[in-house]
């Protein structure tokens, strides 16, 4: 009988040391090390992601994109149906009468519009864009500078590029990652 009983422990990886039975496998233990580390990194990477703005607000989310007369300030990274911002900064319109932004079409159809501000004099469809035309307030004629933001929800998750500029002027790229 302790010739099977020790057969089997031998066939079952249990060893005998001083006496004791020890379900022992190193090369099985090493595989669990190994996916252990290998876990532990990729929380980490996804924890150091996540401070960075990879997922919401942050260093990494925050973006900037520039042309002459106008500078756009957005988040690169979304939730579906959470609010989000686009901030432009048009230049140069102290002697305007009026100072114009476009948006092209396809972007906002994956958008909820929600309060544009300031509230824009003018809404004007074109071919491929809507053009919002704003009229300069006495702090924009002092400063030369017009702030506008356009409020919105993200309608649907994935990767959304759009296009914006000021009319007769180069036009900004831009895009967003949407989660859902």
């Known amino acids: 009988m302790a010739e099977l009983h020790s057969a089997g422990l031998h ?32 929380f980490s990477l996804l924890l150091a992601g996540g401070l960075a703005g990879l997922f919401g ?20 990274f979304n939730r579906r149906s959470c609010p989000g911002v686009l901030r432009f900064q048009l230049t140069d319109v102290a002697a305007a009468e009026e100072a ?24 004007r469809s074109e071919d491929d864009r809507i053009v919002y035309q704003f009229r300069p307030g006495p702090s924009a004629e002092r400063s030369g500078e017009l702030s506008v933001e356009f409020r919105f929800e993200h309608l649907h998750a994935g990767r959304i590029v759009g296009h914006a500029g000021r009319v007769g002027a180069e036009s900004l790229a831009f895009a967003h990652l949407v989660y859902p």
């Open 11 to 42: 066939s079952a990886g249990l060893h005998s040391v001083d006496g004791l039975d020890i379900d022992e496998d190193l090369a099985l233990q090493r595989k669990e090390w190994r996916v252990s580390r290998v876990a532990w990194c990729g």
């Open 57 to 76: 607000s942050g260093p990494l989310s925050h973006a900037e994109v520039s042309a002459p007369g106008l500078t756009l300030d957005y988040e690169r």
């Open 100 to 123: 114009s932004v476009w948006i092209e079409r396809a972007y906002l159809q994956h958008l909820r519009l929600g309060p544009i501000t300031p509230e824009p004099a003018s809404v």
